[in-house]
């Protein structure tokens, strides 16, 4: 080829584009000006499910879910506290957040194909693995999910569980009887009732749920898991930037846990020379301006809330009532599958 021809410019497009996209091109940037401009995050949450969202009797939010919305608000603000929380039931939760009436939606929710190919809702990652489970009495001597057919099972409507349910008995050729209810307090009602036999929802829930009843220990989990319950943080499609803060504020709970950076020790963590952890809490790089947010904004996030361990053990593992074992959620570097990219 001669060598008098030009070549195309190709770097400095890119670079522009990157600009453009880094410094908060107003197309995707809606929601984050939107929320600075309020003052306040709108967060959808569950109704009350112990240990991920439930009030105590002084209006005062805690939980899994509360706590990332809590992480989000933290990184923008650089206070936990700036989050006005929207308890949303199975029905309305995805509705609330397409007329935008909450910023996020952090409420056990599974991520599916569907909910984003047909709903415009983009899922920020997985804050929580779980899976479809069995709640029934002790007393039935039952120790397998195969020795239900014929029993009644409640549910709860406008739920993957339905579905994985029916697949579930089907599959094992089995007969089955469903209740199906409208709420999940419906549904553990009519169980409590004895209306139906055995109580199915997300294993987390079913931990929950049994604290509520009135002799915990009468009632048993099964070992059968019968889906995949991936639950993460929701938003809506179209606005890539705050789809990447709300991912990326996720991403660094995990990384502070596997780096070792707690929220006692962030003033430490600050000053440490490891790359990987002053990337992570902003004393390097420009990755919080790439967000439209503070430099340090991971750093805010783990100082309000904790890493995501601290997260998962104060409110649904060891230091909790229901104690679920890490297993699936445990670190990729300890036996699970919690794995985040890294900051860089």
């Not at 929710?109 to 779980?130: N, Q």
């Not at 709640?135 to 339905?162: H, M, P, S, Y």
């Not at 230091?319 to 919690?338: D, E, F, H, M, V």
Request: aromatic share 8%; with cysteine.
């Amino acid at each position: 080829m001669s060598g008098s021809k030009k070549r195309p410019i190709i770097f400095p497009v890119i670079a522009l584009l990157a600009l453009l996209f880094a410094s908060g091109d107003p197309a995707r940037a809606q929601t984050l000006n939107a929320v600075k401009e309020r003052g306040t995050l709108n967060c959808g949450v569950g109704q009350g499910l112990l240990g991920f969202s439930s009030m105590d009797d002084k209006n005062a939010w805690s939980g899994f879910d509360v706590d990332i919305c809590r992480a989000v608000a933290a990184a923008i603000f650089g206070d936990p506290a700036k989050v006005t929380f929207t308890p949303l039931d199975a029905a309305t939760r995805f509705s609330a957040l397409q007329s935008k009436t909450i910023d996020v939606l952090s409420r056990n929710s599974t991520w599916t194909m569907s909910r984003e190919s047909s709903l415009g809702l983009m899922f920020a990652g997985v804050a929580y693995y779980d899976g479809q489970g069995f709640l029934l009495r002790r007393d039935a001597k039952i120790d397998t999910a195969l020795q239900l057919g014929g029993k009644t099972v409640c549910t709860q409507t406008g739920t993957t569980t339905e579905l994985n349910l029916a697949d579930y008995f089907r599959a094992n050729d089995m007969p089955l009887k469903v209740l199906a209810l409208a709420t999940a307090e419906e549904s553990l009602k009519a169980y409590d009732d004895r209306k139906c036999d055995v109580l199915t929802s997300d294993v987390s829930q079913l931990y929950a749920e049994r604290l509520k009843l009135s002799a915990p220990d009468s009632h048993i989990i099964l070992p059968e898991v019968i889906s995949k319950e991936p639950l993460g943080p929701a938003v809506r499609q179209g606005d890539d930037q705050w789809f990447n803060l709300v991912k990326w504020t996720l991403y660094s709970l995990i990384n502070a846990e596997e780096l070792g950076v707690k929220q006692a020790g962030i003033d430490d963590a600050v000053k440490s020379a490891n790359p990987n952890i002053r990337r992570l809490v902003g004393t390097e790089g420009e990755f919080g301006a790439q967000l439209g947010v503070a430099n340090d904004w991971a750093a805010r996030a783990v100082r309000a809330v904790g890493n995501y361990g601290e997260i998962y053990e104060r409110n649904v593992g060891t230091q909790s009532k229901l104690s679920i074992p890490r297993g699936l959620n445990a670190l990729w570097t300890q036996g699970g599958i919690q794995y985040a990219p890294p900051v860089r």
